[in-house]
């Protein structure tokens, strides 16, 4: 595995195998690595003869300098953990990216899908999250690239990216994985006291008694929101959103939904969980 931190030298690797007629897998990350991340890998290593891994942790999506500068740092344990799963891992810095700064950057800003939910609370965000990862196609120029159900709402944004861009990449959602007790494995979980370790499994709990409510055929969202809400908040969480939204379009549901999707967030602790579910409509 090669650990690559330039791009004239990545740009070179991949020149070589395009010339070798190699198909390429990727996973963009943001490092500080989990089972979810390496189940990523894995998918794309079962689509691609080579596969590359990102590890940047990426300024432009933050709206919080503190959030920024407490992020993980894991490289050394990040590239054991891949072990031979990845053939190249790309450790950009945020001056190899944004050469110019972030100001000066330009920007991709994916309208609507981008606006609401999680969007809305964090404006700017998802801009971040649009740019750096169509920069990121376009230095590795992949296949196929494999990202993470657990984050619904950045999966619909890169897809909806890719399509409006014309961009040749095949986009995967992977199923999250999860922890035997139901908690989505995620790098925001090295947060949680092991008290509130225990507790956590409750929002995955949450999101399936509201799914069960749904398939039943309860259709009053406000109530089933303050309901879910009400049931973590005494259980010692602080809900921060539980959304049902159309699964397809992030938009209210109406007479022609198929599914709904249940985005739920809430802080425990310092750390702020996340977790979807899709539910058919019958």
Same mark, same amino acid.
Request: hydrophobic letters at 45%; charged letters at 25%; aromatic letters at 6%.
């Given at each position: ?5 330039n791009i ?6 991949i ?6 007629g190699?198909?390429i897998g990727?996973v963009p990350?943001?490092?500080?690595l989990?089972?979810?991340h390496?189940e ?19 300024p432009?999506?933050?709206?919080r300098?503190?959030?920024?500068n407490?992020y993980?740092?894991t490289? *050394?344990?990040?590239?054991e ?6 053939e190249?891992v790309?450790?950009? +810095? ?14 991709v ?8 939910? *999680?969007?809305?609370l964090?404006? &700017?965000?998802?801009? &971040? ?5 169509c ?8 296949d196929v690239a494999?990202?993470?159900?657990k984050?619904?709402?950045q999966?619909?944004?890169?897809r909806k990216?890719t ?9 995967? &959602? ?14 925001? /979980? &090295?947060?949680l006291?092991? !008290?509130?370790? !225990? ?5 995955a709990a ?8 749904? +398939? ?7 109530q089933?929101a303050a ?7 005494? !259980? ?9 939204v159309?699964?397809? +379009?992030?938009?209210?549901?109406? *007479?022609?939904?198929?599914a ?14 996340i977790? /979807?579910?899709v539910?058919?409509?019958?």
């Amino acid at each position: 595995m090669q650990v690559v931190s330039n791009i004239e030298q990545l740009r070179s690797t991949i020149s070589e195998w395009r010339r070798a007629g190699l198909r390429i897998g990727f996973v963009p990350t943001m490092g500080n690595l989990h089972n979810g991340h390496l189940e990523l890998v894995r998918r794309a290593r079962e689509q691609a003869d080579k596969v590359v891994v990102s590890i940047f942790v990426n300024p432009l999506q933050f709206d919080r300098a503190a959030d920024l500068n407490a992020y993980p740092r894991t490289l *050394e344990q990040d590239c054991e953990r891949l072990g031979e799963l990845a053939e190249l891992v790309f450790t950009p +810095t945020p001056e190899l990216m944004y050469p110019h700064g972030q100001q000066q950057q330009t920007k991709v800003v994916v309208p609507g899908v981008s606006e609401v939910l *999680e969007g809305a609370l964090r404006p &700017g965000h998802f801009d &971040g999250v649009s740019t750096v990862v169509c920069k990121l196609f376009n230095l590795v120029q992949p296949d196929v690239a494999c990202f993470g159900e657990k984050d619904y709402q950045q999966l619909a944004l890169i897809r909806k990216m890719t399509t409006d861009l014309n961009l040749p990449v095949d986009i995967i &959602g992977v199923p999250t994985v999860r922890a035997d007790d139901g908690l989505a494995l995620s790098s925001r /979980n &090295g947060y949680l006291t092991e !008290a509130e370790r !225990a507790l956590a499994p409750m929002l995955a709990a949450t999101m399936n008694w509201l799914a069960e409510r749904l +398939t039943a055929g309860e259709r009053n969202l406000e109530q089933l929101a303050a309901d879910g809400s009400a049931r973590l908040n005494d !259980a010692g969480f602080r809900t921060d959103g539980i959304d049902m939204v159309d699964a397809d +379009t992030l938009l209210p549901l109406n *007479e022609h939904s198929r599914a709904v999707v249940i985005l739920m967030a809430a802080f425990l602790g310092k750390a702020r969980l996340i977790d /979807n579910r899709v539910v058919t409509l019958g």
